[in-house]
């Protein structure tokens, strides 16, 4: 059973363009989350997304940033005119239940995106 | 606002001692509380969920402990091996909260031969 997929693992970026981050999560798991994680700093949490519809994105920028969980395919984080700022650790997690759920979350292994 | 807390310094301890990491958090009153390993270069690995009607949680050589007077939660790893070598993360959670779990920073953990 596969865990939660993310790609591409690595992702180098020049200022101003887009970067698209994907997330497979793992069979049986209809939620996704997104965290992004700075260099020495914690794990922040970004967007909160079940099929096709976006549950809970108070973590996410206002704008540049947007995420989406199609009925078919993975999830994706897009990031648009991408700045040295965004260069960080982006960590996909899901679960096989929602808000009711206290369980663990699966992480993926990450997308690390450096903008020159 | 919500703040958690961890030691921000690196704890170095020598084989076979007991660990101790502490999480202390302010400006609000989670139901529970996780703990997450994480590896470099790696994502978050989950390792125990404690409930706030809970004092104490074991698992093989880990033992977590919840005091929501103090509001902290200790972690402590017996036996410690140089592979418990990691970051660990808490993430105290709300009623209703679900997975948008809020983490502290975390605490780096060396076990030395």
């Known amino acids: 059973n596969a865990g939660v997929m993310q790609n591409p693992r690595h992702l180098v970026r020049r200022r101003g363009q887009e970067a698209r981050l994907r997330c497979s999560p793992m069979?049986?798991?209809?939620?996704v989350y997104w965290y992004r994680q700075l260099p020495e700093e914690g794990l922040k949490f970004m967007v909160y997304?079940?099929?096709?519809?976006?549950?809970?994105e108070s973590g996410m920028p206002k704008e540049r940033f947007s995420a989406e969980f199609p009925k078919e395919g993975p999830s994706i984080l897009r990031i648009q005119q991408v700045v040295r700022g965004d260069s960080a650790a982006y960590f996909c997690?899901?679960?096989?239940?929602?808000?009711?759920?206290?369980?663990?979350?699966?992480f993926g292994e990450g997308s690390r995106l450096t903008v020159l | 606002s919500q703040k958690i807390e961890q030691n921000s310094e690196a704890l170095n301890i020598q084989e076979g001692k007991t660990a101790t990491l502490t999480c202390n958090y302010t400006n609000y009153s989670p139901a529970y509380l996780q703990w997450y390993r994480q590896d470099p270069g790696r994502g978050p690995v989950f390792l125990l969920l404690?409930?706030?009607?809970?004092k104490e949680k074991r698992k093989e050589r880990l033992k977590v402990t919840f005091d929501t007077t103090l509001k902290q939660s200790l972690f402590h790893i017996t036996a410690s091996q140089p592979a418990d070598s990691a970051t660990y993360l808490c993430?105290?959670?709300?009623?209703?909260?679900?997975?948008?779990?809020?983490f502290g920073t975390g605490t780096q953990l060396k076990v030395e031969l």
């Open positions: 993430a105290p959670i709300l009623t209703g909260g679900g997975n948008k779990l809020t």
């Open positions: 404690i409930r706030e009607n809970e």
């Open positions: 997690a899901s679960s096989p239940l929602g808000t009711a759920n206290t369980g663990e979350l699966f």
């Open positions: 997304l079940q099929k096709e519809n976006i549950i809970d």
């Open positions: 069979k049986g798991h209809s939620h």
